[in-house]
């Protein structure tokens, strides 16, 4: 059974930063790409970023360049997510989830974590 478990999240001021884990099992970590997806209160499903199956390629939501930074330790079977310069819009459930390949971010995603909250307030 796949299980993902995200960690890390918490309240910090605008400005701030956050380092996001999900812990992965159940599946060959290595031969999957990884996202990240989050959902705010009262608006969809944002995808927030992806990482290929040994880290070579990442992708970035245009609103997350130069802030985010996703990264993987397939000898650890986790997932990263380097959150800086944080802004209230940021302020979400993040979840992590198994991509359908080695290089494709297209969804849907049908393994999801449980998620982890993000708060950016003052």
């Known amino acids: 059974e796949v299980q993902l478990v995200e960690s890390g999240g918490g309240l910090v001021q605008p400005g701030g930063s956050l380092r996001l884990s999900c812990a992965a099992s159940?599946?060959?970590?290595?031969?999957?790409?990884m996202t990240w997806v989050r959902q705010a209160p009262g608006k969809g499903l944002e995808w927030v970023s992806g990482?290929?199956?040994?880290?070579?390629?990442?992708h970035y939501a245009e609103s997350m360049k130069g802030r985010f930074t996703i990264s993987r330790d397939n000898a650890k079977n986790t997932l990263y997510l380097q959150m800086n310069s944080l802004k209230s819009e940021d302020t979400a459930v993040y979840h992590c989830?198994?991509?359908?390949?080695?290089?494709?971010?297209?969804?849907?995603?049908?393994?999801w974590g449980q998620g982890t909250q993000v708060t950016v307030s003052s």
């Open positions: 990482i290929s199956w040994n880290g070579g390629s990442t």
């Open positions: 989830a198994k991509a359908r390949g080695t290089d494709s971010f297209q969804g849907p995603y049908p393994d």
């Open positions: 159940g599946f060959t970590f290595d031969d999957y790409a």
